[in-house]
């Protein structure tokens, strides 16, 4: 829309949804949709989750914004979640991904300038990685289209090819403070990190002296059907964030450390005004306990083992279809062409899905998805794509 007053950033789907419950969502013409995208990994528990909107609507009536110049009690508890459900001992509460992310490389910086009295500062990252738009966030990011325009970037980022440990084994210096990388690159399109490069990066990382940072913003929260995708694997980062699964769908991020870390950060080190609010910290809270309680990450690892079988079966012997990949309800489709065209029949049939890449069809359904919905996701995926291979076989 020319006449729109916003910065035109994004490129929009056409369509304007205004209600959701659970994996539904409403436009403004009242057509429903079956939502697989969950607002990018989002919605994990699905639109409006009654648990999670009862604890913001009474904490609506106490208070909703207080200083971190004071004791915040919804912050302890929501920390203490966090600690006590993960490998991480102390918690700092932002915004967003990028937010976080932006914290982590601080907080790596700071543990070797102050606490190891060295001077490093570099941080290696992989090559289509993502993670996050702020200036710092953008240089971590290994895709060139995130950086176009924005020169100088700040100093201090390496990138080497995902997987390729002989490059990053030569990539590492004495100016070299950490390691970063998703364990499933999402926008990337969709990659899962190999279990044994991840034990060697970790290796190294004690090896150098350096940190192992992982960013969670996508596979956090039981996205990957554990409630952090490190779990997958034999290794614990030293440091690692979150952001959306975390609030449900109300703007939160969190930065963690474990303990030999968490020093680094001393009064005045870092802050953010809006940080574990109030609001934010009773969302949190009760976004974890619903995952808990309800064995949320289980869920999700069946629902995949499921989503993942149908695809399969579904798109087998499919031309224009190369791999179904992924881990627990962060699944990506590899087409062999542009995938541009078939999310766009699928949001007209009524299913919301994603790319990821140029060829990728991503699929993040929320972790409490059920059969009879991934049956009807993966109908109407499977005819959209049999469809189009029909009409490439006829040209
Ligand atoms: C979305 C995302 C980010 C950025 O999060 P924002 O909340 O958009 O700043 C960073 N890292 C990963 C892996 C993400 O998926």
């Known amino acids: 829309m020319s006449d729109s007053a916003l910065f035109s950033t994004y490129a929009r789907y056409p369509i304007t949804l205004v209600k959701g419950k659970g994996s539904r969502v409403w436009d403004d013409q009242g057509k429903e949709y079956l939502d697989f995208m969950s607002g990018l990994a989002v919605a994990n528990l699905g639109h409006v989750p009654d648990a999670v909107k009862a604890a913001l609507v009474s904490q609506l009536d106490e208070l909703w914004h207080v200083s971190n110049l004071f004791h915040i009690p919804g912050q302890e508890k929501a920390a203490r979640l966090l600690v006590d459900n993960s490998c ?101 399109g969709v990659i899962p990190v190999d279990q044994d490069f991840l034990r060697a990066v970790r290796a190294l990382c004690d090896r150098h002296g350096l940190l192992l940072i992982v960013d969670e913003v996508q596979t956090g929260m039981g996205r990957t059907g554990k409630l952090f995708a490190y779990e997958h694997y034999d290794v614990e980062p030293d440091i690692f964030t979150l952001a959306k699964g ?16 968490k020093p680094a950060f001393v009064p005045g080190a870092h802050a953010t005004t809006f940080g574990g609010t109030p609001i934010a910290m009773a969302v949190v809270a009760a976004t974890i306990e619903t995952m808990l309680k309800e064995n949320v990450a289980e869920k999700a690892a069946a629902a995949s083992e499921y989503l993942i079988a149908q695809l399969q079966e579904k798109l087998a012997g499919l031309p224009n279809v190369d791999q179904v990949r992924g881990k627990g309800l962060l699944i990506g489709i590899l087409c062999n062409a542009p995938a541009g065209d078939a999310i766009a029949e699928l949001h007209k049939r009524g299913l919301l899905v994603v790319p990821a890449g140029p060829n990728v069809i991503r699929l993040l359904p929320n972790l409490l998805v059920t059969n009879e919905e991934i049956d009807t996701a993966v109908g109407l995926i499977a005819a959209v794509l049999t469809e189009q291979a029909a009409a490439k076989a006829a040209q």
Do not use: W
């Open 88 to 188: 991480a001992d102390a918690v700092f509460f932002c915004n967003s991904g990028a937010e976080a992310n932006e914290a982590a490389i601080k907080l790596a910086r700071r543990y070797h300038q102050k606490l190891k009295g060295n001077e490093r500062y570099e941080i290696i990252t992989f090559t289509q990685s993502f993670h996050g738009r702020t200036l710092a966030t953008l240089t971590a990011t290994g895709q060139d289209k995130v950086k176009e325009g924005f020169l100088p970037l700040p100093q201090g980022f390496v990138h080497v090819p995902l997987h390729d440990l002989p490059a990053l084994e030569a990539a590492i210096t004495d100016k070299t403070a950490a390691i970063m990388l998703e364990l499933v690159q999402a926008e990337g």
């Open 246 to 261: 975390i609030g449900s769908g109300f703007p939160v991020g969190a930065m963690l450390a474990k303990e030999h870390v």
